[in-house]
């Protein structure tokens, strides 16, 4: 049972743009503004697309952006490509106590 | 560039301790910027950090509750590399195990893990 809280799924055609969810709670998302989102391939490691919300690390596409609402942030992948096809995975501090809680993950698909 | 290269064997019997080792390029695990975490990876938990260390004129540790118990995270500044222990395993420790940096510096904010190890499949098994 992961501490934030994901879709299981989303899926796009190529072009189209798709949000992808993630929601905790006052501890941890609302609490920080230390979001990050990893993509992850399979049988890969993962590898950290947005941090501090909306700041895309060097290489990152400026398709892949982040925003944040109260306890729930948002990945949105614009002008989906095959590659982007990956499971993706939210990430928040929560505090000296608890230190990093994930999502349980969302597998993306392009159709 | 930063590299991290895990090793340890990939089978452990339940009871006994899980044994992993980072090896670290392009940084140093006594970097006054970083800090070395554990991360594990289970169908069942999903993603879950372990712990950390790092050095700020002194070195600290930090762990996640559910294994503070169980867990040490060291440092090997000779072979510039730090390590996992688990102790008592049981088949619920079976997961891939990720070692990862977190970099204070060079745009980030040091609470986001920017480099990642290969990962390593243990399984807990007698």
């Known amino acids: 049972q992961s501490a934030l809280t994901q879709p299981p799924s989303a899926s796009g055609s190529p072009g189209q743009s798709v949000t992808i969810s993630c929601t905790g709670t006052?501890?941890?998302?609302?609490?920080?503004?230390?979001v990050s989102w990893y993509q992850q391939h399979p049988g890969k490691a993962p590898k950290v697309m947005i941090f501090?919300?909306?700041k895309r690390p060097s290489g990152v596409p400026d398709r892949f952006s982040g925003s944040k609402s109260g306890n729930t942030a948002s990945l949105t992948v614009s002008g989906l490509q095959a590659e982007d096809e990956a499971d993706y995975y939210c990430?928040?501090?929560?505090?000296?106590?608890?230190?990093?809680?994930f999502g349980g993950g969302t597998k993306l698909t392009v159709l | 560039q930063v590299q991290l290269q895990q090793s340890g064997p990939g089978l452990v019997k339940p009871s006994q301790t899980l044994s992993l080792t980072c090896a670290i390029s392009?940084?140093?695990?006594?970097?006054?910027?970083?800090?070395w975490n554990w991360v594990r990876q289970s169908p069942s938990r999903g993603l879950e950090w372990l712990g950390r260390?790092?050095?700020?004129?002194?070195?600290?540790?930090n762990y996640a509750v559910s294994v503070k118990s169980r867990i040490t995270i060291n440092p090997d500044t000779s072979k510039n590399q730090f390590s996992l222990q688990l102790n008592s395993v049981t088949p619920e420790d079976t997961a891939v195990y990720y070692c990862?940096?977190?970099?204070?510096?060079?745009?980030?904010?040091?609470?986001?893990?920017?480099?990642w190890g290969q990962g390593t499949l243990v399984t807990v098994s007698s």
């Open positions: 990430s928040s501090y929560a505090g000296s106590t608890n230190f990093w809680v």
């Open positions: 392009g940084d140093s695990v006594s970097s006054n910027s970083a800090a």
């Open positions: 006052s501890n941890d998302i609302g609490g920080y503004n230390y």
């Open positions: 501090e919300v909306s």
């Open positions: 260390t790092y050095y700020r004129s002194k070195w600290y540790n």
């Open positions: 990862a940096r977190a970099k204070v510096g060079t745009g980030y904010s040091g609470y986001e893990f920017d480099y």
